[in-house]
Every structure is written in structure tokens, then in C-alpha cells.
């Protein structure tokens, strides 16, 4: 695994995409609380237009966000990185010992742990299937420090979902602040 500290969310997902050779990914493109009325997915290879892509969605409203989506083709086949956003109260009140004594509860055993200026993310390093994802999200329910909304939106939606880059609400780039390991 490679040493990420200190990098930015758009550096894990570049690593895990050479890492696990996909072939494709979605970004997606929303706005925050619209019911998914403004989502888009754009499909990529590669990170190489994020930067366009964010300036062409910011001409349209500067509210927009870009997130990476967990579904990934690899080899031909659809799979998942695990991913969780938790929620403001991890931050504030548990802390990343919390999120990692849930890592290791819900079974993970190598990611990254990311700081994202109100709450923390995570990254999976491996692939799941189809099933293993929608069990994992399943069971992250069952956490309330992992947001309820969080998983019933990414359940609905097929995908998990975390956001790559600043917009003008949340202007911090997620950064990893751990390398969590078992």
C-alpha cells in the first residue's frame, strides 16, 4: 500500500484506479439536498479532465460538487471500492480512533481515512462484487456514526459516492489524514 498521508482525495483515487487496472469509472456531478434533479454521471478512464469538468459544471451553478462513485469496471466486470462518509459527529465527539474501531468491525482491512473539513471519508483498497457492496452498505446502517441518509442515498442510487474537490460551500480538499491498516 502506498504511502499517501498528507495527499488529497484525487491522489487515492488515482492510485486505486492504477492499482486495481480500471478500465472505467463515473464522476458524478451534484448539487447538495436537490433530490438528485441536477445529478449527472460522467463516465472516465482517467483523472486527467477533473479539473475541466469541475470548471464546466461551476459555469452552470457554482453549488455543484464532482464525487468519485465506488462502481468500477475492472477486467469487464462491475465492482466496488467500500466507501463511507461519516458523519459530524465522528469528527467532533469520537475522532478517527472511533472510525477505525469501526473499520475493523465491519471487517476492512486496509483503506484511507480522509479529512474532509466537517466529517470523515474512507476509501476501501480492494474491490468487492455487487453483493459484498449493497452487505457492507447494509451493515453500515446498523452504525449511526456512519450517516442513515448516507447509505439509504447510495443504496437507492447503486453506487456510494464522496466528493474529490472544493466548491465554494466546502472548501477544503479531502485529505488523507490516515492510512488504516489491520
Same mark, same amino acid.
Not at 472505467?24 to 441536477?38: L, N, P, Q
Not at 466528493?163 to 460551500?169: D, G, K, V
Given at each position: 500500500?502506498?504511502?499517501?498521508?498528507?495527499? #488529497?482525495?484525487? =491522489?487515492?483515487?488515482?492510485? $486505486? @484506479?492504477?492499482?486495481? &487496472?480500471?478500465e472505467?469509472?463515473?464522476?458524478?456531478?451534484?448539487?447538495?439536498?436537490?433530490?438528485?434533479?441536477?445529478d449527472?454521471?460522467i463516465?472516465?478512464?482517467?483523472?486527467?479532465?477533473?479539473?475541466e469538468?469541475?470548471?464546466?459544471?461551476?459555469?452552470i451553478?457554482?453549488?455543484?460538487?464532482?464525487?468519485?462513485?465506488?462502481?468500477?469496471?475492472?477486467?469487464?466486470?462491475?465492482?466496488h471500492?467500500?466507501?463511507?462518509?461519516?458523519?459530524?459527529?465522528?469528527?467532533?465527539? #469520537?475522532?478517527? =480512533?472511533r472510525v477505525?474501531? $469501526? @473499520?475493523?468491525?465491519? &471487517?476492512?482491512?486496509?483503506?484511507f481515512?480522509?479529512?474532509?473539513?466537517?466529517?470523515?471519508?474512507?476509501?476501501?483498497?480492494n474491490?468487492?462484487?455487487?453483493?459484498?457492496?449493497?452487505?457492507?452498505?447494509?451493515k453500515c446502517s446498523?452504525?449511526p456514526?456512519i450517516?442513515?441518509?448516507?447509505?439509504s442515498?447510495?443504496?437507492?442510487?447503486?453506487k456510494?459516492s464522496l466528493?474529490?474537490?472544493?466548491?465554494?460551500?466546502k472548501?477544503?480538499?479531502?485529505?488523507?489524514?490516515?492510512?488504516?491498516?489491520?
Open positions: 500500500m502506498e504511502n499517501l498521508g498528507g495527499k #488529497y482525495a484525487v =491522489d487515492v483515487v488515482d492510485y $486505486l @484506479l492504477k492499482k486495481y &487496472g480500471v472505467e469509472f463515473y464522476y458524478r456531478a451534484y448539487i447538495r439536498k436537490t433530490e438528485d434533479v441536477f449527472k454521471e463516465p472516465a478512464k482517467n483523472l486527467t479532465n477533473l479539473k469538468l469541475h470548471k464546466k459544471f461551476l459555469k451553478d457554482s453549488r455543484y460538487e464532482i464525487s468519485f462513485q465506488s462502481k468500477v469496471l475492472v477486467k469487464g466486470r462491475y465492482k471500492f467500500p466507501m463511507i462518509d461519516f458523519s459530524n459527529s465522528v469528527v467532533k465527539e #469520537y475522532g478517527i =480512533d477505525e474501531e $469501526l @473499520l475493523f468491525e465491519l &471487517g476492512e482491512s486496509k483503506g481515512i480522509l479529512n474532509s473539513g466537517r466529517c470523515l471519508h474512507y476509501y476501501g483498497d474491490l468487492i462484487s455487487e453483493k459484498e457492496w449493497r452487505d457492507f452498505m447494509n446498523g452504525y456514526e450517516g442513515e441518509r448516507y447509505v442515498h447510495q443504496l437507492r442510487r447503486g456510494a466528493r474529490l474537490i472544493t466548491n465554494e460551500l472548501p477544503q480538499n479531502p485529505v488523507v489524514v490516515k492510512i488504516f491498516t489491520q
